[in-house]
Nanobody
Framework: QVQLVESGGGLVQAGGSLRLSCVAS????????MGWFRQAPEKEREFVAA????????NYADSVKGRFTISRANAKNTVYLQMTSLKSEDTAVYYC?????????????????WGQGTQVTVSS
């Protein structure tokens, strides 16, 4: 049974920073690509960032490139999302997910395991 638990969300002013964490249990964390997605009210879930098993390859949505950094610590079964220069449009529930199916990084259907989400609110 895989469990993903996010933390680190909160309320921050525009231009500020937050770091999200996601701790995994139940599978060999280091053998899976991990991703972060977000969902704003009345919008579809969208890809934010992904990192491969070793941490050597990362991918980002254009909307966050240069502002967000995904990283992982396999010894701690943890994936992080460092968010800087936050904007009001970054407001959403952020989810970490474990990619279990082959294919591109950006498709939610390729991730079988999801956390409960953590709310990020950016005030302008």
């Amino acid at each position: 049974q895989v469990q993903l638990v996010e933390s680190g969300g909160g309320l921050v002013q525009a231009g500020g920073s937050l770091r999200l964490s996601c701790v995994a249990s139940g599978r060999t964390f280091s053998t899976y690509t991990m991703g972060w997605f977000r969902q704003a009210p009345e919008k579809e879930r969208e890809f934010v960032a992904a990192i491969n098993r070793s941490g050597g390859i990362t991918n980002y949505a254009d909307s966050v490139k240069g502002r967000f950094t995904i990283s992982r610590a396999n010894a701690k079964n943890t994936v992080y999302l460092q968010m800087t220069s936050l904007k009001s449009e970054d407001t959403a529930v952020y989810y970490c997910a474990m990619k279990t199916r082959s294919g591109g990084y950006g498709y939610p259907r390729l991730y079988d395991y999801w956390g409960q989400g953590t709310q990020v609110t950016v005030s302008s």
